[in-house]
């Protein structure tokens, strides 16, 4: 379901442009209107939340999937922590559908995905590491890595239990909004995977913007 | 696979673990039909390296998981291959019953009136065994859930087939590397049965054969010969047989 918000960036509180290979780390209070945008098009905004006031709190994908069953993201869902508390809700998206099985590329994976060889590339993880490195005061290491949210990014399954990493259904411009429902530490890895469709082989910037609660 | 080394049998709505070596075959069988076993692993040598859900998947192009898939870690390693398996499908993507779920289900039932008959959920469970090694909330991932299927319509939305596993129904898990196994045998979180389901398993250790070049799993998809050439490395930099 396509829906769009009513706010314009011109009255966000806050906005930031984050470029590819990027990761951007920061905290949106209760209430805050939270909006990723795909700037170019086509690009996966690789998403994980805490709750800032215990951040051992963190969004799992497979709750959230169960409890609203179904494996697509999209307006209404609520992002569910591993405790069943709801995180954040999306309330507007002109996408249609985000992904949070495909996890986040690491060198690691690359190598088995695409070729021993791949192992030096860029990859969202080791943007989460050095996110979690540069930012101790929230006191998140390796073991809180829990499994993502792709926004903007199309993994389709099929009913025969399949499972593809298509061309994305985004496109420039196009945004996924949540409010939050608590105070969450949310971190963002801007895919910088130049081996598969997921961003169209061309990683470009996103943009983050923040409305306070109105 | 050779005799069994050892088996024991696990009631429904319980838990354990264990830290299998390499070479070992960990084999469940379903004794009467509609069992859950909730599963998750580690790397005993660095419990920071884990059961990936999301690599799994993506890596062999599944949603779901049978004969011929590997079970990978987050380091681009195999933990273990799928070398038998007379169901078909098996979960990874739907997580696990959390006590407040139990409650709001089936109804809970405590410890102090119903004993070993209490309702112990799978969070739980990973808890107390992950507990043991030093794990915490923090490290707990997408489990697998063997033995249960849940598909996924055109629409996204999804289906727990409740006759998916018949008693006798089996697979077999060949360990590729030294794994910590957390396992337990609470029920699938969609399962709809009107009572806690309760369903024992048995599990049995074998010996593994030597994994041939012409192995099925490894050859199931290109993607497995790389995570074994991965798992090759790793035996050799930690100085042993490769």
Not at chain 1, 25 to 33: E, F, L, P, R, S
Not at chain 1, 89 to 117: F, K, M, P, W
Not at chain 1, 145 to 174: C, K, Y
Not at chain 2, 64 to 72: A, E, F, M, S, V
Request: with cysteine; glycine share 10%; net charge negative.
């Amino acid at each position: 379901m396509l829906k769009e918000s009513t706010l314009t960036p011109a009255s966000a509180i806050y906005r930031q442009v984050v470029p590819a290979g990027d990761y951007w780390m920061h905290t949106v209070k209760a209430g805050q209107i939270f909006r990723i945008v795909d700037s170019e098009g086509n690009q996966a905004a690789d998403t994980l939340f805490y709750s800032a006031a215990d951040p051992s709190e963190h969004y799992s994908a497979a709750d959230t999937i169960r409890e609203q069953g179904n494996v697509y993201l999209g307006v209404g869902t609520k992002l569910i922590s591993q405790d069943g508390k709801a995180m954040l809700e999306i309330v507007a998206d002109t996408v249609g559908r985000h992904d949070t099985l495909g996890g986040a590329c690491a060198t690691e994976s690359n190598t088995v995905r695409y070729a021993l060889e791949k192992k030096t590339m860029h990859a969202c993880r080791d943007s989460y590491l050095l996110a979690l490195a540069e930012n101790g005061h929230f006191g998140l290491s390796k073991r809180d890595l829990a499994h993502n949210i792709n926004f903007f990014m199309n993994v389709p399954i099929t009913p025969e239990g399949g499972l593809t990493f298509a061309d994305g259904v985004s496109g420039p411009g196009r945004y996924v909004e949540m409010r939050a429902e608590m105070d969450v530490i949310v971190l963002i890895s801007n895919c910088p995977q130049l081996n598969n469709p997921c961003n169209g082989y061309n990683p470009t910037p996103i943009e983050v913007m923040v409305w306070d609660k109105a | 696979m050779s005799g069994v080394l050892y088996e024991d049998v696990l009631p429904g709505g319980k838990h354990w673990s264990m830290v299998l070596k390499r070479g070992v075959a960990l084999k469940l069988i379903d004794k009467e039909g509609g069992a859950n076993v909730g599963m998750l692993l580690y790397n005993p040598a660095n419990l920071l390296e884990r059961y990936n859900a999301p690599d799994t998947l993506k890596c062999q192009h599944t949603f779901k998981l049978t004969r011929g898939n590997c079970l990978y870690s987050d380091m681009g390693r195999i933990f273990c291959s799928i070398v038998e398996d007379s169901v078909g499908w098996h979960d990874t993507a739907c997580g696990n019953t959390t006590k407040a779920m139990v409650a709001k289900r089936w109804g809970l039932k405590s410890y102090q009136d119903h004993r070993n008959g209490w309702t112990q959920n799978g969070h739980d469970s990973f808890l107390v065994e992950g507990g043991k090694y030093g794990l915490g909330r923090r490290d707990l991932a997408a489990n697998v859930n063997w033995f249960s299927k849940v598909a996924v319509a055109d629409d996204g939305s999804l289906a727990f087939d409740p006759v998916n596993s018949k008693a006798g129904d089996y697979l077999t898990l060949r360990f590729e590397m030294d794994t910590l196994v957390l396992l337990h045998t609470c029920p699938h979180p969609l399962n709809p049965a009107a009572e806690y389901p309760r369903k024992p398993i048995m599990y049995q250790l074998l010996k593994a054969e030597k994994v041939m070049e012409d192995d099925y799993c490894r050859t199931y998809r290109p993607e497995n010969g790389r995570g074994f050439e991965n798992n090759r490395i790793y035996h050799l930099c930690c100085g042993g047989e490769a």
